[in-house]
């Protein structure tokens, strides 16, 4: 059960226990001009005084439960929300080098993993460019060179297509690497 749930049901919890005692506490101080009958047991002040007690102690304790679990939310949004950002430059940068590690030759049976990933890295480093804290001015020629990419790709990353521009993809990765190792500012 979510945080979110459980905070929701207290809420309604304390609101339904806030009516009740309410409603019992105005039934003790019904009066008939004989008095309250028979059947009614006759309950103290204090007892009253207690029940309200306790009640202010739970709406307390539920409200502190309610702003820890909103605390824990926004917690939680800004981890996700970290997650989400584009890796440093550096970092983007790295995983496209890795790629030099693999390689297939055309049609063989590991072009779909590494053309897919060299693909992948391009695509995070263009994003983590962007996001840099130089502007994407700064970067202005690798994401050039990405751009033309996509274009030619047009939006088509299935192993057919990348194989039949293998040549660009390969060569867009090997221009951006020549052109980081004259910039070595922007990745160590």
């Known amino acids: 059960m979510s945080v979110r749930i459980r905070v929701r049901m207290s ?3 304390l609101a339904m226990t806030v009516a009740l005692v309410g409603a019992l506490a105005g039934c003790t101080e019904a009066n008939t001009s004989q008095g309250p009958g028979g059947d ?3 309950v103290a002040p204090s007892v009253n ?3 309200a007690s306790k009640g202010i ?3 307390e ?3 502190e439960a309610a702003a820890s679990a909103e605390a824990y939310a926004e917690l939680q949004a800004a981890v996700e929300g970290a997650a989400k950002r584009p890796a440093d430059v550096r970092d983007a940068f790295a995983g ?16 779909a993993y590494f053309l897919g990933r060299v693909n992948d890295e391009l695509t995070s480093l263009d994003r983590s460019m962007k996001a ?46 020549v052109w980081m190792q004259g910039h070595p500012e922007d990745y160590r």
């Open 132 to 177: 840099d804290n130089d502007g994407p001015n700064h970067f202005k020629e690798p994401m050039g060179w990405i751009s033309v990419l996509r274009t030619t790709l047009a939006g088509d990353t299935s192993t057919d297509n990348l194989e039949k521009h293998r040549k660009q993809l390969i060569g867009t990765r090997d221009r951006i690497n």
């Open 57 to 59: 102690e739970r709406s």
């Open 96 to 111: 496209l080098q890795a790629t030099y590690q693999d390689g297939c030759a055309p049609g063989g049976a590991n072009c």
């Open 61 to 63: 304790a539920d409200a």
């Open 40 to 42: 009614v047991p006759y």
């Open 11 to 13: 809420t309604a919890a």
């Open 49 to 51: 005084a207690a029940a």
